[in-house]
């Protein structure tokens, strides 16, 4: 019995071996190294000095102007502060968007659910750049939008709506990246929803008002709360939606990151601004994990 | 009659006016530039703004653009190698987390698996270009393969996962007593049971393979360039239809890999 | 399900094993976008055997950063530095000596003075590719200035701000800054990169998009008036139909660059390499490359063979009395001071 016990923990260890390998070197490997340089001198033409430096984080609010001296630089606060706006503001639109439609799924036959469900899922495993792209076309001068309204004479040929490289276009472009990763939580708590609370509900409030505020909502808020995570998240490292409908002057955090890995060639800010970005992640993540366990505390309370 | 009653007033109650308007407009949000941008793939003018006529013109020209065969045949190496490679550490790391019972490397291994899911993708692609930087490690596709493999895992890993999850493990039991031995009781029940499964995990591997934008960029060299790596070249150059009829291809190739992986997933329901 | 499994580990290996057999014939090019003309690369093909892939870069920045990341092996063969930053190159270790370039067969077409250039005395490193300027180029119909001054970019009027567009990346629009302020180029001192930098910002305000990629097709849509630009390539923009795009060749003078082709460390078809590089300095084929991009080139016998498009090209013909002003490779603290003015600018 023993032998086989132990067989049996060899076993396991065997089949999980590959699993820890590749992501552990491949992984967990970069992101260490990326923790090192992050940590190191930059060198002016690219690369790395090997010195210990604190400069990289304290780059992040410091700065040492061009007759080097240091000065409080909130320029990067200020990135950070309009990835975070953009992020939320896309979190938002898309619950906005994204809730009715999860309800109306939801509440469908199981064969038109289950095809609703998987058109929606479409979008997300289609190339993420190429669908950004598409808006170029929509917003772009004299794409899809302009020419709709030349053609019913609400604007002359000359002039633009300049819809592109703004703050609103790579809103656009977030909210229609990530808006399935919205749709599927919230649809998924949905359907476990005890229909006979609604119908019981009814009895108890009158208007639907009432009734999305006291019942759907509180019901479905795990899926609400897991698909704001796993769209608030990739908004914040976006990089395809600034870089192609911003006009590379409105940087994100995940365009300024890759900034500095092929123009400025800073390679330890750039570590360190990723690490921001990391730990940022993390937080989030853990905030999740929390309101989770409470929400499932209370749950089993009832 | 009563409880017929009682049935159109429940319809009324879970029916919100306007939602089916709403998601109507959704799935239009959803789609229409998908549409749009395959639309202008048959646009004869040279600029993708303007419409000129039904042309094939760009899909020919794709035809006699070596780059862009170099570049599929480049995303097809990729894809062919590190979904199947992702596809094999899901498998036994799904057979060991799902069948292994509790043991003490459990949690630390589903962690392993979902952290390529967890770290934004910007910093995956930039902590991996310092990684093979540092090391000097340039072999052209191979990095980009074992970029990729990295975070194909977890998606490969979710189909099989369920595969083995919905799985009777009485029959593995029953299978027991049979074979007596393990290995075959793994060849002749579990692994065929489990193949469905399998191929759903590789076919999500390979669209993620093959749609992979960021980390490519960040991690190839010469001679490695990907689809959309030089999709991404070619719409920093300008709009023009040839963008769209590449782009159209690749959604196209896309959704016929998920939708065989639907209706492969709704057989293993059934 | 063993003999499926099995096929398919077969044919992948056959395609590394492909990929590696073939690798004898190959050249991995690394050139600007936009700036590498297909016929060429056809008829180097047909000529020699070796199939050559093209991979592009936005920039002399881009391609440092690609070259740094590579770790001393970036998978290309050859790419297509500008003088001051073959400098930098070759200072950093990033590119390799390539043996007797003076004794390739073409090599004797170079123009006398641009044998042993500044920045490669020895012809050790480099062989000639194409030359130009850089300034800024806008549509005549919808622009009622004449480009007879930088600071029609840099500070627009109001019929075109909001309309400019400036290059992504900093060698030459902080050059051309320093023009239009009449500082000198690698400046260390801190007040005139600060000039420079109060510049940029104030036109910051005015810029839809910053991009050294698709030029004459924003131009052509009508999406910008005013572009930062290179002289050839706005010629090429007037071929394509942008009848009217004008190549400003201000009184401050323009940025001067000569490009070269280089080999990355590392690179593994050094033969092929070698025989790209002969090849491109045959006047026939320089001219080819001319007549594509629309620059000048240091082989003066090219000139028969350039087309009379070329020969009539208006926007590459440099003006008398303005100067035109190589870049230089800057030394560190100006570098420096360069990125950090422009990523002041970025955020």
């Known amino acids: 019995m023993n032998i086989q016990g132990e067989n049996k923990t060899q076993n396991r260890i065997l089949s999980l071996l590959p699993l820890w390998i590749v992501i552990g070197i491949f992984m967990i490997g970069p992101l260490l190294v990326m923790a090192v340089v992050s940590l190191m001198e930059s060198n002016v033409y690219g690369g790395v000095h090997f010195k210990f430096s604190l400069s990289g984080y304290r780059q992040i609010l410091f700065d040492t102007n061009l007759f080097d001296e240091i000065e409080f630089n909130p320029a990067y606060l200020i990135i950070i502060a309009r990835s975070f706006m953009l992020a939320l503001a896309a979190t938002f639109l898309s619950l906005l968007i994204g809730f009715p439609a999860a309800y109306f799924i939801s509440r469908q036959s199981d064969r038109v659910k289950n095809i609703l469900i998987f058109l929606v899922t479409i979008p997300f495993w289609t190339n993420l750049l190429i669908r950004t792209f598409a808006w170029i076309i929509i917003l772009g001068k004299g794409g899809v939008i302009e020419s709709s309204f030349n053609f019913f004479g609400l604007l002359d040929e000359e002039s633009s709506l300049n819809l592109m490289y703004t703050n609103s276009a790579i809103l656009i472009g977030l909210v229609y990246s990530y808006l399935p990763l919205m749709v599927l939580p919230i649809y998924a708590s949905m359907e476990k929803m005890d229909l006979r609370l609604l119908e019981a509900a009814t009895d108890l409030y009158s208007n639907r008002i009432e009734l999305i505020r006291k019942i759907i909502l509180p019901l479905s808020m795990p899926g609400i709360i897991g698909g704001s995570i796993l769209v608030f998240v990739p908004c914040l490292g976006a990089f395809i939606a600034p870089d192609l409908l911003g006009g590379g002057k409105k940087l994100l955090l995940g365009s300024l990151i890759q900034f500095q890995f092929s123009y400025a060639r800073n390679w330890p800010f750039g570590a360190a601004m990723a690490m921001f970005l990391l730990a940022l992640v993390i937080l989030v993540l853990i905030f999740n994990a929390r309101l989770n366990r409470k929400h499932r505390e209370y749950a089993n309370q009832k | 009659m009563q409880t017929k009653n009682k049935k159109t007033k429940f319809r009324y109650v879970w029916n919100f006016p306007g939602f089916g308007g709403w998601t109507a407009i959704f799935f239009g949000f959803l789609y229409i530039p998908i549409f749009i941008l395959v639309c202008y793939s048959f646009n004869s003018s040279k600029f993708a703004m303007i419409w000129t006529g039904f042309s094939f013109r760009w899909y020919a020209k794709l035809f006699s653009n070596d780059d862009i065969q170099t570049a599929t045949i480049n995303s097809f190496i990729v894809a062919f190698a590190a979904a199947p490679l992702a596809t094999i550490i899901a498998t036994f790391s799904a057979l060991a987390l799902v069948r292994g019972g509790e043991f003490r490397f459990r949690e630390f291994s589903s962690g392993l698996i979902t952290l390529p899911l967890m770290v934004p993708e910007i910093v995956t692609a930039v902590a991996t270009l310092i990684f093979f930087a540092s090391l000097g490690i340039n072999l052209g596709l191979i990095n980009v393969i074992i970029a990729h493999t990295v975070f194909c895992i977890p998606f490969a890993f979710m189909p099989i996962k369920a595969a083995l999850e919905a799985m009777d493990p009485n029959l593995e039991l029953a299978a027991r007593d049979l074979y007596s031995d393990k290995t075959s009781t793994f060849k002749t029940i579990t692994l065929p049971l489990l193949t469905p499964g399998i191929l759903s995990g590789f076919m999500l591997a390979f669209v993620i393979s093959i749609d992979d934008f960021i980390i490519t960029l960040m991690v190839a060299g010469g001679g490695a360039t990907t689809l959309p790596v030089y999709i991404y070249s070619m719409v920093k150059m300008g709009v023009s239809p040839e963008v769209n009829a590449v782009s159209s291809l690749m959604l196209a190739f896309s959704i016929f890999i998920v939708t065989l992986y639907w209706f492969f997933n709704r057989k293993i329901k059934n | 399900m063993k003999g499926k499994l099995l096929k398919i580990l077969v044919s992948i290996s056959f395609l590394f094993f492909s990929t590696s057999v073939f690798a004898a014939g190959k050249l991995n090019l690394y050139n600007w976008a936009d700036y590498t003309p297909e016929d060429l690369i056809e008829k180097f093909e047909k000529e020699t055997g070796i199939s050559v892939t093209v991979d592009t870069y936005d920039s002399n920045e881009t391609l440092l950063a690609k070259l740094q990341a590579g770790g001393g092996s970036t998978g290309y063969d050859l790419a297509v530095p500008s003088q001051h930053f073959v400098e930098i190159m070759i200072k950093e270790g990033l590119i390799e000596k390539v043996d007797g370039i003076k004794d390739m067969p073409n090599y004797k077409y170079v123009a006398d003075q641009f044998q042993g250039p500044s920045f490669d005395p020895n012809q050790d490193y480099s062989t000639p590719w194409q030359m130009g300027s850089a300034s800024w180029a806008y549509r005549a119909d919808s622009y009622s200035g004449n480009g007879s001054s930088m600071m029609e970019f840099f500070k627009p009027s109001d019929e075109v701000c909001g309309k400019v567009a400036v290059f992504k990346s900093p060698e030459e629009v902080v050059n051309m800054a320093h023009l239009a302020l009449g500082?000198?180029?690698?400046?260390?001192?801190?007040?005139?990169?600060?000039?420079?930098?109060?510049?940029?910002?104030?036109?910051?305000?005015?810029?839809?998009?910053?991009?050294?990629?698709?030029?004459?097709?924003?131009?052509?849509?009508?999406?910008?008036?005013?572009?930062?630009?290179?002289?050839?390539?706005?010629?090429?923009?007037?071929?394509?139909?942008?009848d009217d795009l004008t190549y400003a060749y201000p009184k401050e003078g323009v940025v001067g660059w000569f490009d070269s082709l280089v080999m990355p460390k590392g690179a593994k078809n050094v033969e092929e390499a070698k025989a790209f590089m002969n090849f491109v300095m045959h006047p026939e084929n320089m001219a080819m490359l001319s007549n594509f991009a629309a620059y000048a080139n240091a082989i003066p016998e090219s000139a028969k063979y350039l087309s009379d498009d070329m020969k009539n090209a208006t926007n590459i013909q440099v003006p008398d009395g303005i100067p035109v002003k190589f870049g230089q490779a800057c030394n560190k603290e100006s570098q420096a001071l360069i990125d950090k003015v422009w990523t002041k600018l970025m955020q």
């Open chain 3, 183 to 242: 500082s000198s180029f690698c400046s260390e001192d801190p007040n005139e990169m600060q000039a420079v930098m109060d510049l940029l910002i104030e036109q910051k305000k005015c810029v839809a998009v910053y991009s050294s990629e698709g030029i004459n097709e924003r131009l052509m849509s009508g999406e910008v008036i005013m572009h930062a630009h290179w002289d050839g390539y706005s010629q090429v923009g007037k071929w394509e139909g942008v």
